[in-house]
Each structure stands twice: as C-alpha cells, then as structure tokens.
C-alpha cells in the first residue's frame, strides 16, 4: 500500500450521492492534499496503475486526474514519474518587476482623437452589429436547443400559481440555486452551499451589485488593462475609483509599488480566460493575488465568463474554491453557455457574507422571471446543459480551428494570433500602419464585427489589434469572411 493511498480517505471517493465522477473527486483528493500540505513539493505520485489497483479505480480515472493536476501546475511529469510541483512562490506578483506584456504595449498614452474615436465606437454598438459575424462573445445562437427550450419554458408556465405572480426572493428561485450550486461545484470547483448563490440577470448585473454592496464612494476598483468595459462602467457607476492594472501572459500583473501606492477594495480579474487577450491564470499567480487581496482586505470578483470552453483539456478550477475563505464573489453567466437574451447570470459570494447579502438585496433589486428560472433550473437538472456543452466544445474549437486555419493561408499582413485556449474569440495584432479602430469600422461597413484591441482599453496604451469572435459563424463559412475582412482593410487602407 503507498502512502498516498494512506493519505486519502477512499471513503470519500465512494461517497454516496457524490455527483462527481471518481476521477473528478479524486482530482480534488490529490488538488487539496497538495494545497494543504500533505502532498509536500518533490513527492512522486504512484504509478497510475499502482493507484488504480489500490483504490479500485479504471486506470484512466487516475491518468485524467494527474493529466488535470499536471494542466493546473500542481505536478509536473519527471524522470521520476508524476511529481507534486515545487509550491508557487507567492512573492512572484508583486515583486516590484515591470509586468511583461504580451503583445506588447504602445508606449504611452492614446491620442485624445484616439480615445474619442474609440468612445464614439463603444457607444455605437447595435443589436444588429452582435449578430455580425467576428462579434465577440455571440455563442452559436442556431445551435441552441430552443425545442426543448420552448417546451420547459411552456411547463413551467403551466405550473406556475398564482402566488409566484407575486413578488419573488431577490436572491432568485431556490430550485434554480440548487441546480447551480450542484453544476458549479462539480465542474468548476466551487466550494458552496446554495445559501452563497444568488441568481443575478447575467454578470453585468453582478458586477453592478458588487460595486454598489462591497466598496464604498471613491474606493479603488482595480480593473484588468485591457479588459471588459462592462466591468469599468459598472465600478464608475457605483462612485468608485477605477485603477487599470496591466495584464501580461499570465493575466492580471500587479506590481508591488500598485499595492503599496494604489490598494484596491474591489479586484476584477477573467482569471481562465482573460478578457480579451486570453491569457491563463497560472496557480502561483492565483494563490498571491488571493494572499495579497486578503492582506489589503479588497475582494476579488472572479469573472468566469467562458470557461466553460476550454479547448485544450478540462476547464481549469476556478480561484474561488483554492483556498478557504478567500476574499472571492465567483461570477457565472448563461450568456455564453445557453443564449445572452436569457438575462440570467450568477453570484457565489462568501459564505459570510450570504445573510448580509439575503438581508440587503430586496432594498436593491426585485426579481422575476419564474418561470425563466423554473425552465432554466430543468434544463440543468434533466442534463440537457451538460448535453449541450459537451456539443459546444467540439463545434466551437472547430470554428476556431477554422479560423485560424483561413487567417494562416489567406492574411497578408504580419500578425500574432493570441488566446484560444478557452472561450468563443482569438485576438490577431496588426503591424503599426493598420490602426484597428480603422480596420474595424471599415470591417463594419461589409457587415463584418471584430472588435478593435483599443476598444478594450481602460486608460494607457492598448495593443494594436482585432478581437475575433469565431463562435457564431459556421467553419464552412470562415474562409469567405476572413476574405471579406482583408478586402474591406485593404480598400480603407487604399483610400
Ligand atoms: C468578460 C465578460 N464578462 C461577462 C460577460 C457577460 O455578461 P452578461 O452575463 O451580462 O451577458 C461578457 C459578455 O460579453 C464578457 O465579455
């Protein structure tokens, strides 16, 4: 018997009622022995067969648990075999370096026509434009299930008495938590009870209830440069003092004199995808900000927009669960996941902080939406949204796949193709001369909608380049718009 077969307590990966599949649980096992300590630095992980046999596992269980550890840095394959990786050095944010960039940022700051123009382009944004194709973040709305859809939506119409007419908990439907609670502790990791799950009207909404819950008039809201605007507006909206904080190639990348000169109370981070550059947060640079926030008293708000969509192995855990009691509000949405009209998004707060929130939130919002909700919590519970993502993942790293594949052959300008492990979108710089905002709107006169880098901007230079949504457009159509993209360049670059 190995030691770690010790170590674990194999009741636990029998549990009873345990929806988590074994190799899941013991993923989690081994994830939280190697958090705490018991699986120190160096030690080698049995052979996957040895592990197998001793627990009474498949032996692929045990090679996707390690084959997950291994893609969230917490072993690493040696000549030994599968060893626990040397623990993050939490110094290694915040050490006072200058922060790399990927790609690299202009020097300075935007033009004030600049920044006007890009504003103006911000402001113009239509419901016609989301449905273009190249808009970011627009999921394969005709590959939705709306059939089944229709028919919950229907059922829980004709269910519905005449007391959930009335006023509903602002917290949202119960059975509706529990679904979430369920999904998001089994594939995302997160560490709750349905009391910490609050039903919002999709992560706008939450970030705007977190800005207005957490911080008060004037606090600092540090914002990822470039990053979700949606995260800005919200934070100026409440009164708070919006700070951008570089990203580089491990997403948000404070530095020491940052959290000396400028603390923040709020922290708002895409850590699996960030948003827009695509960037993974690495477990290190996860476990410091956690540190590093807890010691500033500020909170994180853990944007998990699309990572439900991660192209390059299971989706990576989410911060909120790493540590006990991290200062972290997990922020879901269905925008990606089911269709962005839904208006249904998510909040795991902490656990101390639910009865405030329970207790505060029907003075702040009132909501609806009954049988939404009703329909939303059955489309989870009869598996439909698991059948529906499983369906995603292929379909969407096809797309993308595709595009990547009709910008190789056909792009004639030098350019990186950033991000794509995760999510619905990839980023493509441009050389100097293509500025984006002019290739975007020249983009958008062909019925086109990449967005330009320099939209995402939150004060300080932004790269030069397009974010492309892939999702929404069919691979067999991907070359054509790629094609129809460089020509409408190429002609505002003629004029
Ligand atoms: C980074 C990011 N977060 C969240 C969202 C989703 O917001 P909502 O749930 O309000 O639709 C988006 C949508 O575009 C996004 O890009």
């Known amino acids: 018997m190995t030691d770690l077969t010790l170590l674990l307590d194999r009741r636990l990966l029998r549990a009873k009622g345990?929806?988590?599949p074994r190799q899941r649980r013991l993923y989690e096992l081994l994830r939280q022995a190697i958090l705490d300590g018991r699986l120190p630095a160096g030690s080698a992980l049995p052979a996957s067969r040895v592990l197998a046999h001793e627990l009474g596992l498949a032996r692929n269980s045990v090679i996707h648990a390690y084959e997950q550890l291994?893609?969230?840095?917490?072993?690493q394959a040696s000549r030994q075999g599968t060893v626990v990786a040397a623990l993050p050095d939490r110094r290694a944010v915040g050490s006072g370096h200058a922060p790399l960039t990927a790609p690299p940022m202009a020097s300075g700051q935007p033009s004030p026509a600049l920044s006007n123009r890009v504003q103006a382009f911000n402001r113009r944004r239509t419901a016609e434009q989301d449905l273009m194709p190249f808009m970011p973040g627009i999921p394969a709305l005709d590959e939705f299930p709306l059939p089944t859809w229709r028919r919950l939506l229907n059922a829980a119409w004709r269910d519905q008495s005449p007391e959930?007419?009335?006023?509903?908990p602002a917290v949202g439907e119960l059975e509706l938590r529990q679904a979430i609670a369920t999904y998001v502790r089994a594939a995302r990791g997160v560490v709750c009870t349905v009391d910490q799950v609050i039903v919002t009207g999709g992560t706008q909404d939450s970030l705007s209830l977190c800005a207005q819950a957490l911080a008060d008039l004037g606090q600092r809201a540090w914002i990822e440069h470039p990053g979700y605007g949606g995260a800005r507006v919200a934070c100026q909206a409440a009164g708070l003092k919006v700070v951008p904080v570089p990203v580089d190639e491990h997403g948000l990348a404070p530095t020491k004199a940052l959290w000396r000169?400028?603390?923040?109370?709020?922290?708002?981070?895409?850590p699996a995808h960030q948003y827009p550059l695509g960037s993974v947060m690495p477990l290190a640079r996860r476990l410091a900000l956690i540190e590093q926030a807890q010691a500033a008293g500020a909170w994180i708000l853990e944007d998990d927009y699309d990572s439900e969509f991660r192209h390059d192995g299971p989706p990576l855990a989410a911060m909120q669960g790493l540590v006990p009691g991290a200062p972290v509000v997990y922020l879901g949405t269905f925008s990606k996941s089911m269709f962005p009209a839904l208006r249904l998004g998510f909040m795991v707060v902490p656990a101390s902080l639910s009865d405030q929130w329970q207790g505060a939130l029907g003075y702040l919002v009132r909501r609806g939406l009954p049988a939404e909700q009703a329909a939303l919590a059955a489309f989870i519970n009869e598996g439909h949204f698991t059948k529906h993502l499983r369906k995603m993942r292929p379909l969407y790293a096809q797309r993308q796949a595709a595009l990547r594949d009709a910008l190789s052959r056909h792009w004639p300008w030098p350019g990186e193709v950033l991000g794509g492990a995760c999510g619905l979108h990839l980023v493509l710089t441009l050389p100097p001369d293509i500025v984006d905002i002019d290739a975007a709107q020249a983009a958008m006169k062909r019925g086109l909608s990449p967005?330009?880098?320099?939209?995402?901007g939150m004060g300080g230079a932004t790269p030069n380049g397009l974010v492309m949504g892939y999702a929404n457009t069919p691979a067999e159509q991907m070359e054509s718009r790629v094609r129809a993209l460089l020509r409408a360049i190429s002609a505002g670059l003629a004029r």
């Open 18 to 20: 345990d929806p988590l």
């Open 261 to 270: 000169q400028q603390p923040p109370r709020l922290i708002y981070t895409t």
């Open 451 to 456: 967005r330009p880098l320099s939209a995402y």
């Open 70 to 75: 291994a893609a969230e840095g917490y072993v």
């Open 164 to 168: 959930l007419l009335s006023y509903r």
